[in-house]
């Protein structure tokens, strides 16, 4: 009987266990969902200010339209239904690299560039991608926790039962992992003071600065030192070398 009971009580922990495991695994996997569809609200919110800014910028420069149609294909591709993360990400990359393409374009327009329709939807899509930053890290720490799960024991026989699968992540691709590098052909060259600069003379009253030692001018070498002669010890009571009392003070 006692050694019924043991059986009985340790199958029950065992089986507790593989539940807690097992809703562990499944709330992970519940909050990368979740994640992924709050990444997918903010990506639509981007494709509508992508569209809306070029019929803005058509309005100013159809005649752009190379760039146009590149800008309205890679939204079409980004917005295609049923997308894997990785896939989703390279779609945004190649959305991102045309809409680059296209803002460079509206830089030759002031007429476009002061439009208050096109600045606001300028700074919506910069709120926009902002908000799809901060979604992004957080799906994506969402599938590091999943995945180490799935990956380590004694979690991945529990998601190998139950057919639970890592997830992946959604990062950027290509030029967006570079960041921009700024250099106008002038990092190796000598650049002179301006031309108006003097360099001015000390003053009397300000001391010198430091100055660094090729600019200090070398000390004159000393002169021989004189040979000293052998004279006879004064004697103090000489009244030629008497030194004169101080005077009395005064009453």
């Known amino acids: 009987m006692i050694t019924a009971i043991i059986i009985i009580v340790v199958v029950l922990l065992l089986v507790g266990v593989v539940v807690g495991m097992y809703n562990g695994l499944i709330k992970l996997r519940n909050l990368v969902q979740e994640a992924w569809r709050q990444i997918d609200v903010e990506l639509t919110r981007r494709h509508d200010l992508i569209g809306n800014l070029v019929e803005t910028v058509k309005g100013y420069a159809a005649h752009e339209r ?23 990400a390279e779609s945004e990359n190649m959305l991102s690299q045309a ?10 327009y002031p007429d476009l560039k002061a439009n208050q329709n096109f600045m606001a939807l300028q700074q919506e899509l910069t709120s926009t ?21 799935v990956e380590t ?47 001015s003379a ?35 009571t000489t009244p030629g070398d008497t030194p004169p009392a101080p005077p009395a003070p005064r009453v």
């Not at 190998?160 to 700024?182: H, L, S």
Request: aromatic fraction near 6%; charged fraction near 20%; charge should be negative.
């Open 66 to 88: 190379g760039t146009l149609e590149d800008v309205i294909k890679a939204r079409s591709a980004a917005m295609a239904p049923n997308q894997s993360p990785g896939q989703q």
């Open 99 to 108: 809409l680059g393409r296209l803002l460079a374009i509206a830089e030759a």
């Open 129 to 149: 991608e902002d908000r799809i930053a901060s979604s992004r890290r957080y799906y994506n720490a969402t599938v590091r926790d999943l995945n180490t799960k």
């Open 153 to 199: 024991v004694p979690t991945n026989f529990i998601a190998g039962m139950f057919g639970i699968k890592t997830a992946e992540y959604f990062e950027a691709v290509g030029e967006q992992r570079e960041a921009p590098k700024v250099d106008f052909g002038q990092r190796d060259a000598t650049i002179p003071p301006p031309s108006g600069y003097a360099p």
């Open 202 to 236: 000390p003053s009397a009253s300000t001391p010198p600065g430091p100055q660094s030692p090729a600019d200090t001018p070398a000390a004159p070498a000393a002169p021989p030192a004189p040979p000293v002669e052998q004279t006879q010890p004064i004697d103090p």
